[in-house]
């Protein structure tokens, strides 16, 4: 029951109906706050215990100094959590050992059990093997639950054990579609204590383009599947009071630009501003001209311009989505009279205080694209061509090189460096938006019309993130002409984005390999780090689902897309961009023509039930879960294994070894394990030692369940350089426990400093951990040996979730780097200061020392990245989950 202090319990009647509700205007300074703000301040209020949450906190937001550095730590209470398989599944692992652990700790495995409502979508096993052909979406399914059943049965088995726990079936959607379209309650009804209450709907999610949600004016963004999992059973987010910046929007997007222009002028003017760990927040006359799909496509990318949110207001755009998504009536008339009545819908003129200020003027806004290997890198289109041409000479020796290729069907053509060999419309980032869906359905009928095609040596493929979207594609007819193009659809998921692009056309692949060739992939989606995309492509380009099309029938990089022809029509004559380009009336037309509400409210009727292959699955059944000891995609998480009922005090660090040493801009893509897992890779030598045959290896996504395999493939990623061991790429160290200090594999050598009772460091550069919200890159950390990892700077979820396994970040001081101290990484090193905390008080700093080869000594005081009290006390148990295990065993 809420302490209420400040009399905010009162009621609101919708419809007939009555909801108790926590009013935001019974706070003094509540009408300067911004959206983002207020929202936090009903979680607040209605959260009161007069412990976690006190009146203070609640009187330090109402006071909240918009030009303040954060210092109030405040506790969050998300109203649910979301996740994806990929992230989704170590979850439910957790959960299950979880309950074996308590009960070993003499508590109740019952206990063990989601106090939020929990919903998971499998989006992230669908793999295109299969492309260009009617049969790609039935084929890739069919490969997906061959290689998956283990998994989906094991996720049976959780949507029955657990309470308020839901699985969106595989062959749905992407999950931050199926979100916006569907999961978000926007203002969320909820029995509590015998009350119908009405709150803001708020999440977590486990993948970091949560953010996605934001477009619809919730409040949510990604966090670690360790963070997730806390607040599953009832752990509130510890978090200080952010910095909120406002962005003001005015004019309107100009004829010829899309959304992904858009998002993609705002990801590089934010990550240049810096709002990493930051609230971002639109305002202005502007966001009226914006469409709800539009802010949906740029929370999504909240990430990339690393602030924690980036939120849009409700207003009347927000409801006709939710109309359009056939919401029922009934919450739509609640979410705009609660919104009204709390002060959080949005007024053209109404500027609330914020800490810093950035503002667009849409109309400036102009076709661009990203790459080739971050999504901030912005590129004009009009500069594309000479952009390519200008950082080719760095990833490849012979710029000009030219290879002759044959198909199986006998096409012969020269591939050469630039070739677009990836053309996929994918990634919930885009797929969400009927313009540009459209639009590039668009483009194809008028290639077909002239009698074009895509280039033979590029893999094409569509995996829109609802099956909403292939509706409205055959209501419209346009779908035949993507068909036509090659741009068939192969999954509903994430696919390309996230790595299960699958393999190229095969002669292609030997030749890129054979020649060293630097080919590139042009996709719709968020995310183009260094080898996420394929391992066969050095260069990775984010475009709008129109541009997709465009490039796979130019089949080049090389190319200026306004002046250049991109091929020829049926009478050999040239076709140029603008020729292909559909205007504003004609994307308008076909939107208002061809999508209705009651396709939405069609598809997602029966979401959690799934098809005849996902309901005949046998379920395995009981509180507990029985492992099985010969499965190679789940097994018994090692977290708890000797845990004992009181944490043992922290202690310093001495003799510590460099396991790796790092540079700038290293993402959780090079640290978590990703993308296809290679026969002579550590884990490839697991896998085949436990008898599964090399086109079973599947990709480490799918096998997250398994700790053996994820151990095996953390900082594997074959772009990752290693300081330590410099001339290599890859997984790859020197192992200071054997003479000579011989180059080895990361997991061998983390295995013999771990039999040598070695304790290990990392040193990083700026921005450490960047990219998705990958618990495993800590996870893999952790079980690797790692104690405390020394960087620059550090990307918000990946710190924080170093903090949950029990490893301490600690930053380099302004202007110092290892590269600036003259380490390399040959030193052993010793850590002291750690024990303070130990004391209830956490140390601004402590003492690293780093000892040469040659006996000379290096000190320096690392700043301690622990920033809450709660983050202190998920360090001194040994990471979060041991600190709820121990909570939940003295319940």
Request: negative net charge; contains cysteine; charged residues 20%.
């Amino acid at each position: 029951m809420s302490v209420n202090s400040f009399g905010a319990r009162s009621s609101l009647e919708v419809g007939g109906t009555t909801y108790e509700i926590f009013r935001i205007d019974a706070v003094a300074g509540h009408d300067r706050l911004p959206y983002s703000l207020k929202i936090l301040l009903e979680n607040l209020l209605r959260t009161e215990d007069g412990v976690n949450i006190t009146a203070d906190d609640i009187r330090a937001l109402g006071n909240w100094d918009a030009g303040a550095e954060p210092s109030h730590e405040i506790q969050f209470t998300p109203a649910r959590v979301i996740m994806q398989d990929f992230t989704g599944v170590p979850c439910v692992v957790d959960l299950a050992t979880m309950r074996e652990a308590v009960t070993a700790l003499g508590g109740d495995p019952a206990k063990v059990n989601p106090l939020s409502p929990a919903e998971m979508v499998i989006d992230h096993s669908v793999i295109a093997e299969v492309f260009g052909t009617p049969a790609a979406f039935a084929r890739n399914t069919e490969i997906e639950y061959q290689r998956n059943r283990e998994r989906y049965q094991f996720l049976r088995w959780g949507q029955t054990a657990f309470d308020d726990f839901k699985v969106v079936p595989p062959g749905t959607g992407i999950v931050h579609q199926v979100n916006i379209e569907h999961l978000a309650r926007v203002v969320f009804p909820r029995i509590v204590d015998g009350v119908l209450q009405a709150y803001p709907d708020t999440c977590v999610g486990t993948d970091s383009h949560t953010t996605m949600v934001n477009g619809l004016g919730v409040v949510g963004w990604g966090v670690g599947g360790i963070e997730a999992e806390a607040a599953m059973l009832g752990q509130p987010v510890s978090m200080l009071i952010p910095r909120v910046v406002g962005f003001k929007l005015t004019g309107r997007l100009p004829e010829g630009t899309t959304s992904t222009d858009l998002v993609l002028t705002i990801t590089e003017m934010l990550r240049r501003h810096k709002v990493v760990g930051k609230f971002v927040e639109f305002y202005g006359e502007g966001v009226s001209q914006v469409p709800l799909a539009n802010r949906a496509t740029i929370g999504n990318m909240s990430p990339e311009y690393g602030s924690t949110i980036a939120v849009f207001p409700i207003d009347g755009k927000t409801i006709d989505y939710l109309r359009l998504t056939g919401r029922d009536e009934t919450q739509i008339a609640l979410v705009e009279a609660y919104a009204k009545a709390q002060g959080l819908w949005h007024l053209d003129d109404h500027e609330p205080d914020y800490s810093e200020y950035i503002e667009l003027d849409l109309r400036t806004v102009v076709p661009s694209i990203a790459g080739p290997k971050r999504p901030q890198d912005r590129i004009l289109l009009t500069r594309s061509r000479d952009s390519f041409r200008e950082v080719l000479p760095t990833y490849t020796g012979t710029p000009d090189a030219s290879v002759p290729v044959t198909l199986a069907d006998g096409t012969s053509f020269e591939l050469r460096n630039g070739a677009v060999t990836v053309a996929s419309i994918t990634s919930c980032t885009n797929t969400s938006n009927p313009s540009v869906m459209l639009g590039a359905a668009l483009v194809a009928k008028k290639a077909v019309e002239r009698g074009m095609t895509r280039k033979p040596w590029v893999k094409t493929s569509l995996a829109p993130g609802s099956q909403v979207v292939t509706d409205y594609y055959t209501r419209s007819g346009l779908g035949d002409y993507l068909d036509a193009i090659g741009f068939n659809l192969v999954g509903y998921g994430c696919v390309t984005c996230i790595g299960n692009t699958g393999p190229l056309i095969p002669e292609v692949s030997a030749a890129v390999n054979e020649h060293d060739l630097a080919v590139a992939a042009v996709l719709s989606g968020n995310r183009n780090f260094e080898g996420r995309i394929s391992p066969d492509v050095k260069m990775n380009y984010l475009a709008s689902p129109m541009l997709v099309i465009i490039y796979a029938l130019a089949g080049t990089m090389d190319i200026d897309l306004f002046n250049d022809p991109i091929g020829r029509d049926r009478n050999g004559n040239d076709v140029f961009m603008r020729d292909l380009w559909p205007t504003q009336a004609e994307i308008e037309d076909a939107i208002s023509s061809s999508i209705s509400s009651e396709m939405f409210a069609s598809r997602y009727a029966d979401v959690f039930t799934g098809d005849e292959r996902w309901r005949s699955l046998p379920t395995p059944s009981g509180a507990v879960f029985e492992w099985d000891e010969e499965s190679t995609y789940v097994r018994r998480a090692p977290y708890f294994d000797g845990m004992p009922e009181e944490p043992i005090p922290v202690e310093d660090i001495g003799g510590a070894r460099v396991l790796l040493k790092l540079g700038d801009s290293v993402t959780t893509d090079h640290i978590s394990p990703a993308g296809s897992i290679k026969p002579d890779s550590p884990a490839g030598a697991y896998l085949a030692s436990r008898g599964v045959g090399r086109r079973d290896f599947n990709s480490y996504g799918s096998r997250r369940g398994n700790h053996e395999i994820m151990i095996r493939g953390t900082f594997a990623n074959i772009r990752l350089r290693n300081q330590v061991a410099p001339g290599t790429e890859g997984g790859f160290t020197r192992d200071f426990t054997l003479p000579g200090a011989p180059v080895t594999t990361v997991y061998d050598a983390a295995q013999n400093y771990a039999a040598a009772g070695i304790p290990l460091v990392i040193l990083a550069g700026k921005e450490y951990g960047s990219g998705s919200s990958r618990d495993w890159a800590a996870k893999g950390t952790a079980l690797l040996g790692v104690r405390a990892v020394v960087a620059e700077s550090y990307e918000r979820i990946h710190r924080s979730n170093l903090i949950g396994m029990g490893v301490l970040p600690l930053q380099f001081p302004d202007g110092v780097s290892a590269d600036s101290l003259g380490l390399t990484g040959e030193e052993i090193f010793t850590v002291s200061g750690i024990t303070e905390l130990n004391s209830g008080i956490t140390p601004r700093t402590v003492r690293v020392t780093a000892t040469r080869p040659d006996g000379t000594v290096t000190g320096f005081d690392a700043i301690v990245r622990i920033d809450t009290p709660g983050e202190r006390a998920y360090y001194l148990n040994g990471g979060i989950m041991p600190y709820v295990l121990r909570n939940l065993a003295r319940a």
